[in-house]
């Protein structure tokens, strides 16, 4: 089955599809969004629904950094040698369609599973092209022995030549353009004056621009600049085996192909997703009665629309008149629009929706002139209701825009009511606009076609563009051209033209109108109360939030009070060191002195966490993501959310979808009995092996240090955990040259990569 192309233009579909493809992750992505159309398998339409579902509330899909690869393999498969770039660039992609998968298969909730099947294991590929290559994708020395062996060659070598050139500088010295040692056409050689060439031995490798200078290879380095060359080729020749072998790889991966096809599909369902929220948009229900019931149905591609409620059922077809600009065209449209995204797997722009799987959106919408066909605008109209009446049946929606006009308005409304009675015969659902007058006295009488009309302010002479159903539509031209100062007379002899039926009519309409009026009035009041109330409850907020924030200020000023408190304690501290000189008391005193600081530290409280200030991750973070099952360090901050390095991929997260990652704790050895510490005496240490610098100046820091080792050696306490931090790594080079060059220091070392790793040294304290 496939829509009719006209029908999706005139419904503004491409520019949906538009909006899709611009919100992908990849060009795999986007190439399937603009490529998106409509189906009329009901089974295909709920899974991707399902697949948004989970995609918005189950696994937040990330595909950036995936590129398109399938050029890159299919080179590779004509048995071409890719560069390291190009593998670099095919690694990462198929590396990042794997985490993808991984994430799936721990947060999704099933529909995507099944998607992500589709995702191969290129594991072996991405390891051995990481291990061959750097990040700027050129072959690491490691790659092979060979390569190993020859680069460690090379080095040397060009040592030994430019050794001797150097010399030999000396020797030239007189014959020189310049003293220095170049290179020209891959060989170490020497710039001589143009003049004095013949004074030297060698062999002239190339000239400058201006003839002044001749470069000259020195006889005494010819034979090492030819082992030089010699060595770059045989490591040229390594590079390319390298590359051929990982280009193989790539080529011999028949997982490839489907991993792309599928990474396009996944960042497809991401991008309905993204869309959805953007949009503000619903999951629609399926439903297999041919009813239609859309609530607050607005069209997605206005700014600002007009939310209004459609139904189709028992009304097959609903008739909407009214005056021009009043928005009969965009109701069509808006109900069009939200049938193609349905059958396309998407939300619709409603805050809820019933709709049936329709195999065919029949429409005949706008002006067409074909200048080629030698067809008018009704001829043009008249081909496209041909194609309507012929396709027409209950699995179809029928969309007609200005039935019967552009002919004679007797001829056009006998013609249309033909057409209407024929879509009835035919079981057919839809909606229709016209400005015919007889087509609304045939819609109250006609069961299956009911009336409707657009919103009109006869005052301000400007649509409402809110859709009321049941009452057909006025066409306010005579009341226009009263506000517009049209003569009385004209007015009168116009409204007798019309005749009796037509004014009864306009009366009618009338009446319903300023009682539809009187409700809206009463709606309005009953909202005005609401508004108060919310007005209200809006001031009590307001007063809460007044208390709220005294509160914390209170809390602020006995937190301060209580630092003070914790400040003296530190001071008495430092006092009771400086008492601690003789070598047989410390023991003791240094035990009370630690005893001392942990009372302190116990009585000062917990700092203050509010809510604006209270979010501990920074740039420089390391957080547990747990969609994706991995580690990573946060690289930049954008309100709610993060960007991420998980390995070789950069991904964006929500704060609420990442847990701090909390540097584990060692604890050290420690000695369980009772210690002697002076005279006889039995003391329990009370010393804590783990030191927080971090955030401290590095004066202070030191200081810290300083004591914290004291305090263990004196306590025989070890080993010290110091925790600095990475940062810069300023702090932690200081506090190592401080420890390098303290007696009481046996050793130290950064802790294991799991416990801290370079933000953490172990000191190992003498005994």
């Known amino acids: 089955m496939s829509f009719d192309a006209r029908a999706l233009s005139a419904l503004d579909f491409p520019r949906v599809l538009s909006a899709l493809a611009e919100r992908s992750a990849t060009t795999l992505g986007a190439e399937r969004a603009r490529a998106l159309r409509p189906s009329d398998d009901a089974g295909r339409i709920a899974r991707e629904l399902d697949e948004v579902e989970d995609a918005l509330f189950g696994v937040s899909l990330s595909l950036g950094g995936i590129q398109d690869i399938r050029e890159l393999h299919a080179r590779a498969a004509e048995g071409r040698v890719l560069s390291g770039s190009e593998l670099l660039s095919a690694a990462y992609s198929l590396d990042g369609a794997m985490t993808v998968k991984r994430a799936i298969g721990v947060n999704s909730r099933g529909p995507l599973r099944e998607v992500a099947v589709g995702l191969g294991d290129h594991s072996e590929l991405v390891r051995r092209v990481l291990g061959a290559l750097d990040r700027d994708g050129a072959v690491r020395d490691d790659a092979s022995p060979r390569l190993r062996d020859l680069r460690k060659r090379i080095e040397p070598l060009r040592g030994r030549i430019r050794e001797r050139l150097t010399a030999t500088l000396e020797k030239w010295s007189d014959l020189l353009q310049e003293h220095i040692v170049t290179i020209r056409r891959d060989r170490y050689v020497l710039p001589v004056q143009a003049s004095r060439v013949g004074q030297v031995q060698g062999i002239i490798v190339d000239a400058s621009a201006t003839g002044q200078t001749y470069f000259v290879e020195p006889a005494a380095v010819t034979q090492l600049n030819n082992e030089l060359t ?115 797997g998407m939300y619709v722009a409603a805050a809820s929706a019933r709709l049936p799987v329709v195999r065919d959106v029949l429409v005949d919408i706008g002006d067409e002139q074909s200048i080629e066909a030698s067809l008018s605008t009704f001829a043009s109209h008249l081909k ?76 301000t002479l400007a649509p409402t563009y809110v859709l009321q159903v049941g009452q057909p539509g006025r ?54 109360a609401r508004r108060d109330a919310e007005a209200e409850l809006g001031r009590v907020r307001q007063e809460r939030e007044t208390l709220e924030a005294r509160r914390n200020e209170m809390l602020a000023e006995a937190s301060q009070k209580a630092e003070s408190l914790y400040a003296d304690a530190i001071e008495r501290v430092r006092t009771l060191r400086a008492r601690a000189q ?30 604006e200030r209270g979010d501990p991750i920074r740039v420089g973070s390391r957080v547990d993501v747990p969609a994706y099952n991995a580690t990573g360090q946060v690289l930049e901050l954008r309100g709610d959310d993060l960007v991420v390095q998980l390995g070789v991929m950069k991904v964006g997260v929500k704060r609420r979808d990442v847990r701090l990652k909390q540097e584990p704790k060692v604890t050290a050895p420690r000695t369980r009995g009772p210690r002697t510490a002076f005279a006889g005496a039995v003391a329990t240490s009370t010393f804590q092996n783990e030191l927080q610098l971090r955030g401290m100046g590095v004066e202070e820091a030191v200081e810290e240090l300083r004591t914290a080792v004291l305090e263990a050696h004196a306590l025989k306490e070890s080993p010290l955990r110091v925790v600095h931090g990475k940062g810069q790594g300023v702090l932690r080079r200081l506090l190592r040259e401080y420890l390098k060059g303290d007696k009481r220091v046996e050793s130290f070392h950064d802790a294991e990569a799991n416990q801290g790793g370079h933000g953490v040294t172990i000191v190992n304290i003498r005994r």
């Open 230 to 344: 010699r060595l770059i080729l045989d490591e040229e020749a390594e590079v390319r085996r390298i590359l051929t072998e990982l280009s193989g790889l790539l080529a011999g991966d028949a997982d490839v192909p489907m991993t792309l096809v599928t990474v396009g599909e996944l960042d497809l369902i991401a991008s309905k997703a993204r869309l959805a929220r953007d949009w503000r948009l619903n999951r629609p229900e399926q439903v297999a009665d041919g009813r239609y019931d859309l609530r607050e149905v607005r069209h997605p591609l206005i700014e600002n629309p007009v939310a209004n409620d459609l139904a189709l059922g028992e009304t097959k077809l609903l008739l909407i008149t009214g005056p021009n600009m009043g928005g009969k065209t965009a109701t069509i449209k808006t109900l069009g629009l939200a049938v193609l995204m349905h059958q396309c």
């Open 384 to 459: 496209h209701l041909r194609y309507v009446l012929r396709h027409a049946a209950p699995d179809t929606l029928v969309l007609v825009d200005e039935l019967g006009s552009g002919t004679d308005p007797n001829e056009g409304a006998a013609l249309a009511q033909a057409l209407i009675e024929c879509l009835l015969t035919q079981d057919a659902r839809g909606v229709i606009t016209s400005h015919l007058s007889p087509l609304k006295l045939f819609a109250l009488e006609t069961p299956g076609l009911k009336n409707a009309s657009m919103g009109f302010d006869v005052e």
């Open 475 to 528: 066409s306010f031209a005579l009341a226009i051209a009263q506000r517009m100062g049209l003569p009385a007379d004209v007015l009168r002899r116009a409204e007798d033209l019309l005749g009796p039926d037509a004014g009864l009519m306009e009366r009618m309409l009338e009446g319903l109108e300023r009682e539809r009026e009187d409700l809206r009035a009463q709606l309005e009041g009953t909202a005005a």
């Open 582 to 611: 003789e070598d047989s008391a410390r023991p003791r005193v240094m035990q009370e002195l630690r005893e001392l600081r942990v009372s302190a530290q116990k009585a000062r409280p917990a700092p203050i966490v509010r809510e």
